[in-house]
């Protein structure tokens, strides 16, 4: 049996002449940036999180740069950041003109811990970026005991919570890609900024359009980071939808764990109150490059992430040359499995999925 590591055509396959007709009104419209259905959108998503402000823009990535700004992180401040996460989360931080400190991550939950976060801080830091990884939700709560501005990464969680609350809302400001295989994907590229804060708010929207609010009086150095209208359009069916591709990733990994796969593997911890969005669903083992080759050899699509930490990727030596070890990176970037996760992967795919393990696994 042959499953891809990421589907994301079949659950699409039922709203594309929707989205067709959609895309085709914008078009017909002929307003093309920061028009109605990025309004929309907007206000949509915010209702959908529970916060009072959305800001649409071009990617994630921009996303969590402007938001440092918006958060006031300036130049040479500290930023606070797990090292295993995607680089995006780290360069982000470099654009924003703010220096990142590598703290390490809890083994279990794979993020980071108040813990993990207070053995990093500084009297220069300026804010903490905790990423809710592969979907589970950082200990956002706690760590605000820490009395530093909190910038949630959910780039990976849409549709997660924690205590009740939405994944993006649960830091000062929240940052969203919309990436085609994210939970709440686009057809390319874009982005959000989610905050109940006014002033932050405010000022995204005027650092996404180059730091002006008129076009004719610019009073930042910003950025041309914009959520366009067609890919709008396109979230805006895709929004009432996510908690039904979610509740598909959340019987995806209990089907694995149904089938035995915590007697092969060490499977994810989530806190108290989560519930993930399970983006990727990743589990540990000592042998994680055998098992994917196996894996792979019978259709099974496995992937390890992030094997080289992004504190010692070759862009960060200069960030990172004081930075103390981190076990808890060290353990999971060499031992990570992500295992096939969609929102449709049935009980016969996970079955196959931990059978091609079991394989893998007594040789």
């Not at 929207?205 to 890919?231: A, W």
């Not at 504190?311 to 031992?335: I, Y």
Request: proline letters at 6%; hydrophobic letters at 45%; charged letters at 20%.
């Amino acid at each position: 049996m042959d499953v891809p590591l990421f589907d994301t055509e079949t659950p699409l396959r039922p709203l594309k002449a929707k989205i067709a007709a959609r895309v085709a009104e914008v078009i017909d419209r002929g307003v093309y940036i920061l028009g109605p259905e990025v309004q929309a959108f907007e206000r949509e998503f915010a209702e959908y999180l529970g916060v009072r402000h959305v800001v649409g823009v071009a990617n994630g990535t921009d996303a969590i740069t402007i938001a440092l700004r918006a958060l006031d992180v300036r130049r040479g401040g500290e930023v606070i950041v797990p090292s295993f996460t995607f680089y995006a989360s780290v360069e982000a931080i470099v654009t924003a003109g703010a220096r990142p400190i590598f703290c390490d991550v809890d083994p279990a939950t794979y993020n980071v811990s108040v813990e993990t976060v207070k053995a990093a801080l500084t009297r220069r830091t300026r804010a903490i970026l905790a990423v809710d990884l592969f979907g589970s939700p950082a200990p956002v709560p706690e760590l605000r005991s820490l009395g530093v501005p909190i910038l949630e990464d959910a780039a990976q969680a849409a549709g997660a919570s924690l205590g009740g609350l939405r994944a993006g809302a649960l830091g000062d400001a929240a940052t969203f890609s919309f990436y085609p295989s994210k939970n709440l994907g686009a057809f390319g590229d874009g982005g959000a900024i989610a905050t109940d804060d006014d002033h932050v708010a405010d000022l995204a929207r005027v650092l996404r359009f180059h730091g002006s609010r008129d076009k004719q009086t610019f009073e930042h150095i910003g950025y041309n980071s914009r959520l366009d209208e067609v890919q709008a359009a396109v979230l805006r069916l895709l929004l009432p939808e996510l908690d039904g591709f979610v509740a598909g990733r959340r019987s995806a990994a209990r089907a694995y764990e149904a089938a035995g796969l915590g007697a092969l593997v060490t499977l994810p911890s989530v806190l108290d109150g989560a519930e993930p969005a399970w983006h990727l669903y990743v589990v540990t083992h000592p042998e994680p490059d055998a098992i994917v080759a196996a894996a792979r050899s019978t259709g099974i699509q496995m992937r390890c992430y992030y094997q080289l930490p992004v504190h010692r990727q070759p862009a960060m030596r200069s960030f990172a040359v004081d930075t103390p070890p981190l076990p808890g990176t060290d353990e999971l970037s060499a031992r990570n499995i992500a295992l096939p996760i969609s929102a449709v992967l049935d009980d016969a795919q996970a079955g196959a999925g931990v059978a091609a393990l079991a394989a893998a696994t007594a040789q």
